[in-house]
């Protein structure tokens, strides 16, 4: 079984400076997906980022970037020019190549963003 | 607009009723899930289901029973088994052909009284 650990349960920062939420995971498969999604107050989740194992380039989605350690099993987001609306709880999930999509969530890190 | 709906947003119920929650879906995924959330916390899978009349256990099942009738529909009952009904629940669906995302609905924030 797979597991998923984000070891900071709070963050804050700055608006407009950067910030990075930490996530690391165990598991013993080789071709695995990693994502992260993020829910605002209004709780709708929402993807952030996603990146395939098999990729040694680190995902970009304009300010969000992630850095992936395949092995050291570990799967940073960075939050360029942090917004106020960034302000949300982040979820790293894993999920096993060829497993029906199943995901497995880490605890979440809640991100303030400060004016 | 594809989607995923659920309703109602909040649900009210006294102890030891069953609530059913209501989850539709426009997307064509053949693949849903239904999560709880409690506060502060991250999801656990209750039930999955990869096709239509098929459906499994997840981490957290006790308490919970589901039906998949329709492609587009996933309906979940909390029954008063469930020890501790007041939580957020989120449906989720994919497309199991694909090494996919799941896409999330609004949710529905259950109380019991």
């Known amino acids: 079984a797979q597991t998923v650990t984000q070891s900071q349960p709070e963050m804050s920062v700055q608006e407009a400076e950067t910030v990075t939420l930490s996530c690391t995971y165990d598991?013993?498969?080789?071709?695995?997906?990693l994502f992260w999604y993020k829910q605002p107050p209004s709780r709708q989740m929402i993807l952030v980022i996603r990146q395939e194992a098999y990729k040694q380039q680190n995902a970009t989605e304009n300010r969000f970037s992630v850095n992936f350690q395949k092995a050291a099993k570990s799967f940073s987001l960075k939050i360029s020019d942090s917004q106020l609306g960034d302000t949300a709880m982040y979820f790293c999930a894993f999920m096993k190549q060829y497993a029906g999509n199943m995901l497995t969530f880490g605890g979440g890190t809640r991100l303030m963003v400060k004016p | 607009d594809g989607g995923i709906t659920q309703s109602p947003k909040y649900l009210f119920r006294k102890e030891g009723q069953n609530v059913t929650l209501s989850c539709e879906q426009n997307l064509n995924h053949d693949a849903m899930y239904w999560y709880r959330q409690d506060p502060g916390q991250g999801l656990r899978l209750i039930y999955y289901?990869?096709?239509?009349?098929?459906?499994q256990k997840g981490d957290i099942a006790e308490g919970y029973s589901v039906s998949r009738e329709k492609k587009e529909s996933f309906p979940l009952t909390v029954t008063s088994a469930q020890k501790n009904p007041t939580a957020f629940y989120l449906c989720?669906?994919?497309?199991?052909?694909?090494?996919?995302?799941?896409?999330f609905g609004p949710g529905t924030r259950l109380t019991v009284l």
């Open positions: 598991t013993s498969e080789s071709n695995y997906y």
């Open positions: 989720a669906s994919s497309n199991r052909d694909l090494d996919n995302e799941q896409f």
């Open positions: 289901s990869q096709i239509v009349n098929d459906f």
